[in-house]
């Protein structure tokens, strides 16, 4: 089975310019989430959806960051304009939102962001 | 307060010792129990999972729950040079869904 798909893997651009960041979850997954992780800060939850919805976007540093989730299988976190200080790895992850015991979150790859 | 505490480390053991890495969590509602491991440049990779108070035993890997304590641990016997990596300790919330993460603890097996 495929696992979360993320692209693009590497991206290298200059301050001000638009940055979009694409995921594909786990068919079947439900709940997905934007992490934004750093050498200083750790992995931080941006934002998360269930059933397309976002639930918490307490995480989203500011106005420049936002996030769309239009059907269960595509999500995109956009930063317009982008900053050096946004540099950073950025993963999603999916998990299914049963009842009970047994989620689990797993994580793409990640995007490799390096604003210049 | 942060959902999630880890000493950051660095911790590092020789080659064939038991690595034992710790977690506390701050949520009563906390319901899973997870650990990951992440190399340096890939992403965290499920290691992990606990759902009850007590021991956990997979392989080498072992992870302890006592939630009256809101402890959560992760011991790695005849630890190999390839365990090296950063290990983070992950909670979820039942309601809502909600994943929360330590700062991870980087370990270094010493050949």
């Known amino acids: 089975d495929a696992g979360v798909i993320q692209s693009p893997r590497h991206e290298v651009t200059e301050m001000g310019q638009e940055v979009t960041l694409r995921c594909k979850p786990i068919?079947?997954?439900?709940?997905l989430f934007w992490y934004r992780q750093t050498m200083m800060r750790g992995l931080e939850l941006l934002i998360y959806?269930?059933?397309?919805?976002?639930?918490?976007d307490s995480g989203m540093p500011e106005d420049r960051f936002s996030a769309k989730m239009p059907n269960a299988s595509f999500s995109t976190l956009k930063i317009q304009p982008s900053e050096p200080r946004d540099s950073a790895v950025y993963f999603c992850?999916?998990?299914?939102?049963?009842?009970?015991?047994?989620?689990?979150?797993?994580f793409g790859e990640g995007s490799w962001l390096t604003v210049v | 307060q942060k959902e999630v505490e880890q000493n950051s480390g660095p911790l590092s053991v020789p080659e064939g010792a038991i690595a034992s890495l710790n977690c506390t969590y701050s949520?009563?509602?906390?319901?899973?129990f997870f650990w990951y491991r992440q190399y340096s440049g890939k992403s965290p990779e499920l290691i992990m999972s606990?759902?009850?108070?007590g021991d956990k035993e997979d392989g080498r890997f072992t992870a302890q729950l006592n939630k009256a304590s809101q402890y959560v641990s992760l011991l790695i016997r005849d630890s190999q040079p390839s365990d090296s990596a950063t290990y983070l300790c992950?909670?979820?919330?039942?309601?809502?869904?909600?994943?929360?993460f330590g700062t991870g603890t980087s370990l270094t097996v010493i050949p």
């Open positions: 992950a909670v979820n919330i039942e309601t809502g869904n909600q994943f929360y």
């Open positions: 992850a999916s998990s299914s939102s049963l009842t009970g015991f047994g989620n689990t979150i797993y």
């Open positions: 606990i759902y009850s108070n």
């Open positions: 068919s079947g997954h439900n709940s």
């Open positions: 959806f269930n059933n397309n919805v976002p639930i918490d």
């Open positions: 949520d009563r509602g906390s319901q899973s």
